[in-house]
């Protein structure tokens, strides 16, 4: 069984956000919408579409080393590694280019890097880019992790973004925000309306897709 997606309007670019209107739980919160942002991560032309678009709130103003990319979001940071690379974006590691790199998560889901990963991140300015940004947890581990490891967090882009900065202050550049979709809302999984009008759950969400109920 699969969710009967919507295409917004296309505001940005070439890329059409789809979305599922329900009842919807991550492992941090319930959500209203789902937000379908696969082939955007997974096809060339809709990755380089997104990057297009995410590279202009960086161009001639940010260094950029590093691209962490979280939540399956490797090809759009290939992508948009090459559209910085291209503008002769400025750069200060010894090579001259950007990595793109994404963490490893331990047992206990923090996130980290191995010893051969860490001198792309220590000394580093580095871009964080998500799938998409609700609760701001993971956005706001991402930024720990990068300053745990010595690095310097630049910028964090995302597809969709449910808020401007993060709690640190850092400004979200997003393809999508809250005034595409004003009546997204996400809820603390013990205080959520939808549970409490005996609204049952329509599937389990997170970066990798969704699961029925």
Same mark, same amino acid.
């Given at each position: ?21 329900? *009842?919807?739980?991550?492992?941090? +919160? *319930?959500?209203?919408? $789902?937000?379908?942002?696969? !082939? ?32 399956? !979001? ?7 590694? #090459? ?7 400025? +750069?200060?590691?010894?090579? #001259? ?9 331990? !047992? ?9 990963? #860490? ?5 580093? *300015? ?7 940004? +609700?609760?701001?947890? !993971? ?38 925000? #809250? ?10 999984? *013990? ?15 997170? +970066?990798?897709? $969704?699961?029925?109920?």
């Amino acid at each position: 069984m699969e969710l009967n997606l919507i295409k917004l309007p296309i505001r940005k670019g070439n890329v059409a956000l789809k979305i599922a209107p329900g *009842h919807f739980a991550t492992n941090h +919160s *319930h959500i209203n919408y $789902y937000i379908d942002v696969t !082939t955007m991560k997974t096809r060339l032309s809709e990755a380089q579409a997104v990057a297009k678009e995410l590279v202009k709130k960086y161009m001639s103003t940010t260094i950029v080393d590093t691209i962490l990319c979280l939540e399956g !979001t490797e090809v759009i940071g290939t992508c948009l590694a #090459q559209a910085l690379t291209e503008a002769g974006f400025l +750069s200060i590691n010894a090579h #001259q280019t950007i990595y793109v790199i994404k963490p490893e998560y331990n !047992t206990n889901s923090q996130l980290i890097f191995r010893e051969n990963i #860490q001198p792309m991140v220590r000394g580093k *300015h580095v871009l964080v880019l998500m799938a998409s940004v +609700s609760t701001g947890k !993971t956005m706001a581990r991402s930024v720990e992790c990068v300053q745990y490891y010595g690095g310097i967090v630049v910028g964090i882009s995302a597809i969709y973004s449910d808020m401007e900065k993060s709690p640190e202050g850092i400004p979200v550049n997003s393809l999508y925000s #809250q005034s595409d979709l004003p009546d997204y809302a996400s809820y603390s999984a *013990h205080d959520c309306p939808l549970c409490r009008k005996g609204i049952k759950i329509d599937a389990l969400v997170n +970066s990798y897709g $969704y699961s029925m109920l």
